[in-house]
């Protein structure tokens, strides 16, 4: 003799759907994806035009204001840095290159990371890598990923053509100065140079 099944209720499986709805609700707000929406272009326009004005101003300090509290930061040749041990990281660098400068020639927005394709530029004025200064004109490429939460960035990768811009201290490049003795750099390219003119080589000049 066949059994004969109840019919289950409308209201029955609609709680159950609910109950099933909820549970996977609260599962995905758990596990958010990896990249989240809230960077958006103006934003990190924004962010790229302070972040170079730290650099051609320059004034490292800046920082404080534009990095996160617990920013962190993942440098060529460093361990992991905070807020701090980034300035003092470009720190050193501006001790070899005074006239340090970043050029941002392109940045893009992929959910809350900001990637930028930046240039360095300087001269080589004081000891690098155990190189004496050469007042070589000097260029440095570079590419950082910024994680960005509450609209400030708190985590960067970093890469930067260290070993080119070795090298370019050490070649003996055309665009080459002239080391003197007042830490100027005279170049006859660009002519005046901490205060020294194109046409006017004075004796004391040291030839590196």
Partial sequence: MNAHRKPVSIAVLTIAFAAVLAFGVGTYAQQPPAFSAGLTDDMASDF???LDAI???PDLSLADNLFADDFVAHMPLSPDLDREGWKDYFDSLYGSFPDLRQT???FMVAGDHLIMMVTYSGRHQDTFFGVDATCNASQMDGIGVFRFEGGRP???WVEMDL???I???RANDPRRGIKLTDDSCYDPEIGM???IEADSQPAFAQYP
Avoid: D, H, I, P
Wanted: aromatic content about 10%; overall charge positive; charged content about 15%.
């Fill in 193 to 195: 140079r901490g205060g």
């Fill in 167 to 169: 090298f370019q201290t």
């Fill in 154 to 156: 708190v985590e960067a």
């Fill in 55 to 57: 650099f051609n101003t």
């Fill in 48 to 50: 790229v035009q302070s």
């Fill in 104 to 106: 941002t020639n392109k």
């Fill in 163 to 165: 070993a080119g811009l």
